[in-house]
């Protein structure tokens, strides 16, 4: 059974995520503040941690710091702040995820589950980057670089093109694109990620006659590629 630690200062907060958890078969640990997130994690070793930016004693950034210093347990963060910077500072530090609050309990629990399932990979270690021809797409530092040039994505243009490139050759329709890459409770229209592919293609394509990464299925969704059809 799988044991999560939930790092949240709003004990009604914590303790709904704590039940949604519990509902589905995980073994839940709370912390309050950011000394006792740290002191709970050495003790109790979690498989994951939900972990709250604004956090009294030690802040969450500066949590998400000190256990990436010690280890490599995934985290996600969980913040009221929406910013991209905000965001990409948790994960520029190790963070595996991220929500935003206000959330639904529900998709706390499918996150969680994605981000174990992801970094568990039937026993294997996820990779830190993924290599297609120029295209380099690195998991760790969140960043996506063509022939050494930075590419600089949105959040959410970087976690669509993270989802395909980790499934290359996979169709994926509209629907799960969004449950995947934006949460299972984003307020956007399945085709709004037509306007996100559609700048990605943008950043990321070195020939505009054809789409050497990203491919429309039609009547599906996208695909990524598969390596050899993008070979350079």
Same mark, same amino acid.
């Given at each position: 059974m799988n044991k999560i630690l939930v790092v949240e200062d709003d004990r009604k907060t914590a303790n709904l995520i704590r039940l949604y958890l519990?509902?589905?078969g995980y073994t839940v640990n709370i912390a309050m503040d950011g000394n006792a997130a740290l002191d709970v994690a050495h003790n109790w070793q979690p498989e994951l941690i939900l972990l709250d930016l604004m956090l009294p004693e030690l802040n969450g950034l500066e949590v998400c710091r000190m256990l990436r210093m010690t280890g490599s347990v995934p985290i996600i963060i969980l913040?009221?702040?929406?910013?991209?910077?905000?965001?990409?500072r948790g994960l520029d530090l190790g963070a595996d995820d991220y929500i935003t609050k206000p959330f639904s309990p529900r998709e706390v629990v499918a996150r969680v589950r994605t981000v174990l399932r992801r970094t568990r990979n039937n026993g294997q270690q996820?990779?830190?980057?993924?290599?297609?021809? +120029?295209?380099?797409?690195?998991?760790?530092?969140?960043?996506?670089?063509?022939?050494?040039?930075?590419i600089h994505l949105t959040p959410k243009e970087f976690k669509l093109l993270e989802t395909m490139?980790?499934?290359?050759?996979?169709?994926?329709?509209?629907?799960?694109?969004?449950?995947?890459?934006?949460?299972y409770d984003y307020e956007g229209l399945e085709r709004t990620v037509d306007a996100h592919v559609m700048?990605?293609?943008?950043?990321?394509?070195? +020939? +505009?006659a054809h789409h050497n990464?990203?491919?429309?299925?039609?009547?599906?969704?996208?695909?990524?590629?598969?390596?050899?059809?993008h070979a350079v």
């Open positions: 519990q509902q589905a913040t009221a702040k929406s910013t991209e910077d905000d965001v990409l996820v990779p830190e980057e993924l290599r297609f021809g +120029d295209l380099l797409v690195d998991l760790k530092r969140h960043e996506v670089r063509i022939k050494e040039t930075i490139a980790k499934e290359p050759g996979r169709a994926f329709s509209r629907m799960e694109l969004v449950e995947r890459a934006f949460g700048n990605l293609r943008k950043k990321i394509e070195i +020939d +505009d990464y990203v491919e429309t299925v039609y009547g599906v969704g996208y695909r990524f590629a598969e390596p050899t059809e």
